[in-house]
């Protein structure tokens, strides 16, 4: 694709992040605070006055500032508080009413579990890996750790932490100046993962069987049988879950890690029909949900051996429809880029 082809096109949206796994709590410390804030000061908890300062909230809390200050930042934004003259914010207009400590902890830990406390790096993880599987396939991206830190008001220690997680999957690496490094996606990393794929996953899934959840099983086919009959009238997420389902979860109980490290590793072939359905019409994956329906039909007989010949006969012969999905890919404008995310060869490499 020519760079002024890229340049000339409209920008094409990325997919909605989600919120999580359950899709109930926000995704980061600082909206968790945020919300927490804004219900105290709606309930009257936090009456008109009553002065937020980063320190005592973080301390109270049990947090760093810095989530603190972006949400009292966002909290300021919204209408919500105000400036107190260098004191940090007050609640509403009315004249500064300091709180005693005692007080501000019973305001806002008497519902702790409001607040999600799960390691920073797991909050911001599933972005991060968003926006860099959005940008593969139109070159190759450096990383600006700081500036990712800085984006989601992290350390960059924990920006360091996501970026490792990130290589341990394949996703990003490190060059010999020790930059982090998105490398384009290829024809021929699809082929390479592929073949692994078709030579890993069937083997895997022979021992991962005694193990599975039947009452699972029977959900997942029910999920696959509705898609079925909706099809093509299915939303490009129930198919993205359904992926995730059969080719992730399905081995999450594989008692050999290596093996099952290698699977994830090898996995990066899963990203190209992810970014396809959600920029074209659903046309070519009804053939992927009819040939889950057999695989799954055999793996809750306890048929293995054809369960193990149904899959690997998938991934053999996806192969050629992944490539030509990622050369169509190729052709498109590349999504709108962060500020962290920048072309490699803008990075003086």
């Known amino acids: 694709m020519s760079q002024n082809t890229a340049e000339s096109a409209p920008m094409i949206a990325r997919p909605a992040m989600s919120m999580g796994a359950a899709g109930s709590r926000p995704a980061f410390l600082y909206v968790s605070i945020r919300d927490l804030l804004s219900r105290k000061i709606s309930s009257g908890e936090l009456p008109p006055g009553t002065v937020l300062k980063e320190a005592p909230v973080a301390g109270q809390l049990g947090v760093s500032r810095a989530?603190?200050?972006?949400?009292?930042?966002?909290?300021?934004?919204?209408?919500?508080?105000?400036?107190?003259?260098?004191?940090?914010?007050?609640?509403?207009?009315?004249?500064?009413?300091?709180?005693?400590?005692?007080?501000?902890?019973?305001?806002?830990?008497?519902?702790?579990?409001?607040?999600?406390?799960?390691?920073?790096?797991?909050?911001?993880?599933?972005?991060?890996?968003?926006?860099?599987?959005?940008?593969?396939?139109?070159?190759?991206?450096?990383?600006?750790?700081?500036?990712?830190?800085?984006?989601?008001?992290?350390?960059?220690?924990?920006?360091?932490?996501?970026?490792?997680?990130?290589?341990?999957?394949?996703?990003?690496?490190?060059?010999?100046?020790?930059?982090?490094?998105?490398?384009?996606?290829?024809?021929?990393?699809?082929?390479?993962?592929?073949?692994?794929?078709?030579?890993?996953?069937?083997?895997?899934?022979?021992?991962?069987?005694?193990?599975?959840?039947?009452?699972?099983?029977a959900r997942l086919e029910a999920r696959i049988a509705a898609l079925i009959r909706a099809f093509p009238q299915v939303e490009p997420q129930a198919l993205d879950q359904i992926d995730q389902a059969m080719f992730q979860e399905m081995f999450a109980g594989l008692r050999n890690s290596r093996l099952l490290a290698s699977i994830r590793r090898n996995q990066i072939s899963l990203v190209v029909p992810h970014l396809f359905r959600h920029h074209f019409p659903l046309t070519d994956d009804l053939a992927a949900l009819l040939d889950y329906a057999r695989i799954l039909h055999h793996l809750g007989r306890d048929e293995a051996e054809a369960a193990q010949v149904l899959m690997r006969s998938h991934l053999l012969r996806i192969g050629r429809l992944t490539l030509a999905r990622l050369r169509v890919l190729s052709l498109l404008p590349p999504p709108r880029r962060v500020a962290w995310l920048i072309p490699a060869h803008q990075g003086g490499l």
């Open 67 to 217: 989530p603190v200050r972006r949400a009292l930042a966002l909290l300021a934004e919204a209408g919500l508080i105000f400036e107190a003259g260098g004191q940090g914010f007050k609640v509403g207009q009315a004249a500064p009413v300091q709180l005693a400590l005692r007080q501000l902890h019973q305001i806002l830990t008497g519902e702790p579990e409001e607040i999600d406390r799960s390691p920073s790096w797991e909050r911001i993880f599933d972005e991060v890996r968003e926006e860099i599987t959005a940008a593969m396939p139109f070159g190759s991206w450096r990383i600006q750790e700081a500036a990712l830190g800085d984006h989601f008001n992290v350390s960059r220690t924990v920006a360091r932490e996501v970026l490792w997680r990130l290589m341990d999957r394949r996703l990003v690496d490190k060059d010999s100046k020790s930059h982090w490094i998105v490398g384009q996606m290829t024809a021929r990393d699809l082929r390479e993962t592929l073949e692994m794929r078709a030579l890993m996953e069937p083997a895997a899934l022979d021992q991962v069987l005694p193990g599975l959840d039947r009452a699972w099983l």
